[in-house]
């Protein structure tokens, strides 16, 4: 008889660890599992941010008046490592020195730029 409460002892250790086992495994797979959806979400919104980033580019490209605009083949040149915009510096522009550039007040900053 000792024997076997020794074994039906052993047996239920055992049946004990493997469902702590299944358990941890069961939290592991449900962990993992809201991982990836929170992975996919935030990819999701790297997609739209992306999406907004060059709708804005391409609408302050068109805020820039066309002197401006001239030779500009890159939007990305436009903007600066913060994803500040900036219009190209005045080297850029044609070289015509009868030419009068107009001021013009920028959309965004409300700034007046003359030359």
Request: aromatic share 8%.
């Amino acid at each position: 008889m000792l024997e076997y409460d020794r074994l039906k002892a052993e047996l239920n250790s055992w049946k004990a660890e493997i469902t702590n086992s299944a358990r941890i495994y069961q939290d592991f797979c449900d962990r993992n599992l809201e991982l990836k959806n929170r992975e996919d979400e935030l990819q999701l919104t790297i997609k739209q941010l992306e999406t907004t980033k060059v709708d804005l580019q391409k609408t302050r490209l068109n805020e820039c008046p066309p002197e401006f605009q001239e030779g500009i083949t890159d939007n990305d040149n436009l903007y600066d490592e913060n994803g500040m915009f900036h219009c190209p510096p005045v080297s850029c522009l044609p070289d015509d020195s009868d030419h009068q550039y107009p001021s013009f007040q920028c959309k965004s900053t409300k700034a007046i730029i003359g030359f």
